[in-house]
């Protein structure tokens, strides 16, 4: 009778740690699929609204301050740009140059990023607006 209820509970021991298992599955599936998520993305889109401070000039999708994103992208795509080359002052405006001192005025801030943070800051930028 001992061991009948140390089967048992072994059984149930078995049993519901699959099941956990299963769930914990199941959640990572959720987690994969949800949309445009990636370490490297989700920093860039911390340091572009946090540290970076790029959000209150820059939204995705509507012109603000600055152009939007999208707009960024669209010709950044079309001349081949170099976002980080224009983020380290190596590269001009090829945007809207009329209001590259607007713009500028980020350049002492963003001197002390690294190019793993401006990577991910045009990663981010590349992919949010990627349909
Ligand atoms: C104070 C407002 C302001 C902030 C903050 C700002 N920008 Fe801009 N940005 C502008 C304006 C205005 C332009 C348009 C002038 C230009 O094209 O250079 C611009 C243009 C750009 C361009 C296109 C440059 C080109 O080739 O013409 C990029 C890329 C860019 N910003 C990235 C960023 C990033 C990344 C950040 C955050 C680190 C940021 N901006 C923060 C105002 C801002």
Known sequence: ????????????????????????????????SKKKSSPEF????????????CYSCHRVDKKSIGPSITEIMKIYKEQNGDIIGFLR????????????????TNFARLEKFTDEELKAIAFYMNEVTAK
Request: hydrophobic content about 40%; glycine content about 6%; overall charge positive.
């Open 1 to 32: 009778m001992k061991y009948f209820f140390l089967i048992l509970l072994s059984i149930a021991f078995v049993f519901t740690s699959c099941n956990s298992e299963k769930k914990s599955e199941k959640e990572k599936i959720v987690i994969g």
């Open 42 to 53: 989700d920093l860039g889109k911390k340091l572009f609204k946090g540290k970076g401070n």
């Open 89 to 104: 002052q190596k590269k001009d405006p090829i945007v809207d140059p009329d209001n590259y001192a607007v713009m500028k």
